[in-house]
């Protein structure tokens, strides 16, 4: 009956029974798995040699090995005799005698070089402990014994078993062939400070103890031949213990494993070897035979069993020598790493990260590990993929290592056909491996699945590219995988996510899953991704308007920016209002209407606003909707741009031209002429002039040229419009500020074929007022008239004749004054050259005071008190009251002569230049056509002095020639 029959059919056993059974099936089964641990050759052995002589290294023929022991540097044997042998990392060999009789334990601790030793000086059962410190050596270079205390249970002396030592020193344990255990507490090393305690007692042989801290607890492991215990000595005299077995082992067939099985306790009997932790018995590995000795080396457990047959040794002699096996266990990678047999193994230590095994032989022998690579090539050979990947774990390989195993492992995998089981292994290699090595391996359709399971565990591990994106996702769309699809983009948070966001968007749309690519544009606010899906391709225009309604201004305003055309196009009316809120006072929608800030007191957070300029193009295809918008804008804020009111201007214009109904265009007319006279309206003259023009609007041109005061302008557009009343109105209306209106409206009716006898009249009127031209010149302009004729200037020409004669004679009866008082000026001259002057002034002319002695007389009749004069006066030449008035005469009278000079020499380079216009324009920019010039009468008898400016000259120039003509008559 098979295992599975018997639990197919326990209903017919008693529960005992039923226990039997399971356990008995449960033991082979493991018995069966142990047995197939595969076996490799990890150790070499060889003979230990002494460097210095190149000869294997032998034991003294006389001592008889007992014990030994190793660390800090050295093995350490005890011999029957009572000798103790040190060896160095050299090999050689220091003796002493220990003991007057025989050394039977050794204990070398590891962190202290201090070494516990068992033995006996007398005759009969008197074991002693001895403690020597082997820092400190005596004259013949032995170590000092610090401590001798005697080894005894009781009263009843017994040998000694076993021996622990803890590392801290202040526990030393002694196991005795009667079951009973000596506990030593205090200073192992000394005597003074230590106690010892019968801590346990049984009838059984103490076959082994270890030491372990667990915490704060010091717990002790005991083995007996029946029995396996545990104690708790961490508090004094109140020492707890528990019993994890009720089967012990035999003598050497116990140890504490390290740190990588958790410390341990293993024990080895013939049916199996157990471990045991602090809470009973654990794991148990089922290797049979007589196990003669455990040991823990690094990892591993050695175990020393018993060979049934023995094997000559040599055929010299002919002896025969029974043979142990050692087998070296990996208890973690579950194989054997090393067995051989060897002469009866005394004992097996470590040292120098070596292992070396002491045979019956007398002979020592060295086990030494291969390097971690010559293990994995052996591994690699054989395609143990698993069992290299956890023996390099365990040897602390890199991770680089690692990953090329992983990847050895996955092509061979992959070579047999092992898809499932080749990615799984890729797969441990992101990070270090490229990823193109793997996916091309799985581009065929049909291993697409395991593609997926890849490129999934990139983005998990936040290693994936775009491109690795794309490709994921396109696997999912080809699998139809909708679940894998949802559970890649919809169950992540954004913490969560290891892909790129909008290389996701882009494939799922390409994909036709808007759903997805619309969820991951809301969740992680890619807004111009979500709004192109919306409009673009789901074509829901009001869905896209709310979502662009609750976000933040900035995001609203640049959406807006985008993609406003498509949404005026379509629902015009809703994106209309949602400008105008943008635009005055936005908010999104989603936010509370009372700010949270302002409860507390604080100050409100500022009004966003967007310019509404920068959204006049969206609305290129809805004008109605435009100007809707705009009068909103200017309505709301009337100190809109220029550009708002342009385009307004422009709107309401378009429309006016299209209107075929006279009223309706009258009133729209009337409205567009209100906006043009409106003060707050900041529209651009020139601007809105053009469109006028553009439009031919009559009131909005005459009025911006009026308001720009372009005067000229209006008269022009009135001349080509041949409005002869309107021209007149417009010099009438504007002339007091550009005379010249009355210039220009004389050549336009002199230039017309068309008699205008009583606008020229009016407009020759109005030259004679203001003297705007000669009458040469209006002579000369009427004459490219063939229409007009004397009777039209007659009128014109005798007022201007009448006007000349008075000019002349005023300037006859100047020239007259001008001469008498010149003569009259000249006899005085003579009268003070040659006559004496009498001065009757009785008052000074400064302070008006009559005059007293001294005073100063000037010939032009002033006379001053002497103190008066020096005060007032500049110098003692001039008279002071007189001395502005001769200043400026005598400025203006050398000012003549310089530009006397400058004159001639103007004609001068005039003449003799080859660019005559280069000679004006720098006397231009000398500014001297603008001074003023003084012209005299060359005659001495008479001086006529008039100040005119230059140009004026030709004028003056005629008067002259005129007055010389009636002198002449």
């Known amino acids: 009956m098979t295992f599975l029959q018997v639990f197919r059919n326990v209903h017919l056993f008693s529960p005992l029974l039923v226990v039997f059974i399971v356990m008995s099936n449960y033991l082979t089964l493991y018995n069966v798995l142990c047995t197939m641990w595969r076996r490799f050759n990890f150790f070499e052995k060889d003979l230990v040699k002494v460097p210095d002589l190149e000869k294997p290294f032998d034991f003294p023929k006389d001592y008889e090995i007992s014990c030994c022991t190793a660390g800090r540097g050295q093995i350490i044997f005890g011999d029957f005799s009572g000798h103790m042998h040190f060896v160095d990392r050299q090999f050689h060999m220091h003796t002493f005698r220990a003991f007057e009789l025989r050394t039977t334990h050794l204990y070398q601790l590891k962190q202290h070089n201090i070494l516990v030793s068992i033995g006996e000086d007398e005759v009969g059962i008197n074991p002693l402990v001895k403690v020597w410190n082997l820092d400190k050596l005596d004259k013949s270079g032995n170590p000092i014994c610090t401590r001798l205390v005697r080894a005894i249970p009781g009263n009843k002396p017994t ?130 035979g007589e196990k003669l ?72 022998y060295l086990l030494q590990e291969k390097d971690t690579q010559t293990k994995l090539d052996m591994l690699f050979k054989k395609n143990l993929y698993v069992l290299a990947i956890s023996l390099a774990k365990c040897q602390q390989y890199d991770e680089h290592g690692l990953v090329d195993i992983f990847r050895q492992y996955g092509d061979h995998l992959y070579s047999k056909g092992d898809h499932e089981g080749a990615i799984s292994q890729y797969i441990k290699t992101i990070g270090y491996l490229e990823p193109s090595y793997v996916i091309r391996k799985f581009l065929d359709a049909q291993r697409i699945h395991n593609l997926t399971l890849y490129l999934q565990a990139l983005h998990t591990q936040g290693l994936a590219t775009e491109d690795h994106t794309t490709l994921l996702l396109n696997c999912y769309t080809k699998l139809k995988d909708n679940s894998k699809l949802d559970e890649f983009i919809m169950t992540k948070s954004k913490e969560e996510v290891d892909f790129d966001v909008v290389t996701a968007i882009k494939v799922c749309r390409q994909a036709g899953f808007h ?12 807004h111009h991704w979500y709004l192109k899906i919306q409009l673009e391709d789901i074509k829901d225009y009001a869905n896209a308007l709310q979502y662009i309604a609750k976000l933040d201004f900035y995001e609203a305003e640049a959406i807006m920016k985008a993609h406003g055309k498509i949404l005026v196009n379509e629902i015009p009316e809703q994106t209309t209002e949602l400008l105008k809120r943008l635009c005055t006072d936005y908010r999104p929608t989603d936010m509370p209407l009372v700010d949270a800030s302002s409860l507390d007191g604080s100050a409100p957070s500022r009004v966003m606003q967007s310019k509404p300029d ?62 043009l006279q409106n003060p707050e309206a900041g529209y651009a003259i020139d601007q809105a002039l053009m469109l006028c023009q553009m439009n031919n609007f009559r009131p909005g041109i005459l009025y911006l040229y009026e308001k720009d005061k372009l005067y000229q302008q209006i008269l022009s557009y009135h001349m080509e419009h041949e409005e002869y009343t309107s021209i007149i109105d417009t010099c009438k209306k504007f002339g007091s500020e550009d005379p010249s209106l009355w210039v220009q409206a004389l050549w336009y009716f002199a230039k017309t074929e068309d008699s205008h006898k009583t606008y020229l009249s009016e407009v020759l009127s109005q030259i004679d007022k203001k003297n705007l031209l000669s009458p040469l010149m209006v002579v000369e302009t009427l004459a490219q008239n063939s229409t007009a004729t004397l009777a039209v200037v007659k009128d014109y020409i005798i007022k201007r004749l009448k006007s000349e004669n008075d000019v002349i004679a005023q300037d ?22 040659s006559s004496a002057q009498i001065f009757q002034v009785s008052k000074c002319s400064a302070c008006n005071h009559p005059l007293e002695l001294p005073s100063i007389h000037f010939l032009c009749q002033h006379s001053y008190h002497q103190h008066c004069f020096e005060s007032y006066a500049e110098n ?81 120039q005629l008067k002259s020639e005129r007055l010389q003509q009636q002198q002449k008559r």
């Open 159 to 288: 040998p000694v078993s076993c021996l622990s030592v803890h590392e801290n020193l202040n526990y030393m344990a002694v196991g005795f062939a009667d079951g009973s255990v000596v506990l030593f507490k205090g200073d192992v090393t000394r005597e003074r400070h230590s106690k010892q305690k019968l801590l346990h007692q049984s009838p059984h042989p103490v076959t082994g103890m270890a030491f372990r801290q667990h915490g704060k607890n010091t717990m002790l492991y005991i083995g007996t031949m029946d029995t396996v215990l545990c104690f708790n000595i961490s508090v004094k005299d109140k020492e707890t213990s528990q019993i994890l077995d009720y089967h012990g082992c035999n003598m050497k067939c116990s140890v504490l494993s390290d740190g990588s099985q958790d410390y341990q306790f293993i024990l080895g009997r013939p049916d199996a070897v157990y471990f045991y932790q602090l809470e009973g018995r654990g794991a148990a590995l089922a290797f049979e």
């Open 293 to 364: 000795q455990l040991h823990w080396y690094r990892s591993y457990l050695v175990i020393i069993s018993k060979e049934a047959k023995v094997v000559s040794q040599s055929a010299v002699d002919g002896q025969t020598r029974e043979m142990n096996i050692l087998t070296i266990y990996d208890i973690k990678n579950k194989f054997i790493a090393y067995s051989a047999p060897f002469p009866v193994v005394i004992d097996v230590v470590c040292e120098w990260g070596l292992l070396y095994v002491i045979a019956g032989d007398q002979q020592l």
């Open 515 to 526: 759903n997805h690519a619309l969820y991951l544009s809301e969740k992680f606010d890619q």
């Open 614 to 675: 920068e959204f006049i193009h969206i609305f290129v295809n809805n004008s109605a909707k435009l100007r809707e918008f705009l009068e909103h804008m200017i309505r709301v804020q009337a100190n809109s741009s220029s550009l708002i009111y342009n385009t307004l201007i422009e709107l309401y214009l378009q429309d006016g031209a299209h209107e075929t109904d006279a009223g309706k265009k009258e009133i729209k007319e009337k409205k567009i002429l209100e906006m």
């Open 812 to 833: 006859e009866r100047l020239i007259k004054q001008y001469r008498d008082e010149t003569t009259k000026m000249r006899q005085q001259i003579e009268e003070l050259k």
């Open 876 to 956: 003692d030449q001039e008279c002071p009251a007189c001395l502005s008035k001769n200043r400026k005469l005598m400025d203006t009278i050398k000012e003549q002569e310089q530009n006397r000079d400058l004159h001639e020499r103007f004609h001068l380079q005039l003449e003799n230049a080859t660019d005559s216009f280069s000679v004006i324009a720098d006397y231009f920019s000398y500014n001297v056509f603008n001074k003023i010039t003084l012209i005299s009468d060359p005659q001495p008898s008479s001086q006529e002095v008039k100040v005119q400016p230059l140009s004026s000259l030709p004028n003056l």
